[in-house]
């Protein structure tokens, strides 16, 4: 799975930030990467953590054990942890987050079952990280436009 949102294409020609793609693997595996020790890793380190899989409980263990090692490796420190949601809401098309119902409240947006339902987990998964509290949420707007959710 390489597929870059066009609301990422200001940085992912160099990977300066971590994608999406990247950022919903490390949720999947339970790996908390900072952006400072993102930014230790070469292109080609940064790139492998983009073209890895992470889907099949062993693609999941090698993933992880991958950034563990390499952070090891850049920093000297042990990786972030976080727990591993069994039930990811970005997997459940049936129900959409209170958090992302609110954010496309404020801007005047409805997104019906129909139309969560219709969404790959990956946008899911961005609509619902763009959505959280005290984030940034720039990119919000953006996702819901490039998702044909207006």
Partial sequence: MTDFFEFEADFVDSLRCIPMQVRCKLDTCGIKLKLSD???????????????PCTTDTEI????????EL?????GIPVGK??????????DSDSIPTTVQEKAQE??????????????????????????PGHENKNFNKAIAEFHLL
């Fill in 38 to 52: 993102w930014n230790q890793m070469t292109t080609q380190e940064r790139q492998a953590l983009v073209e890895l």
């Fill in 107 to 132: 801007i005047g947006v409805v997104i019906t079952q129909q139309k969560w339902a219709s969404l790959r987990p990956l946008q899911r998964f961005a609509l619902i990280k763009l959505s959280r």
């Fill in 82 to 91: 976080l727990p591993v949601e069994r039930h990811p809401a970005w997997l």
């Fill in 61 to 68: 263990q090698l993933y992880r054990q991958y950034i563990q």
């Fill in 71 to 75: 952070i090891l490796q850049l920093t």
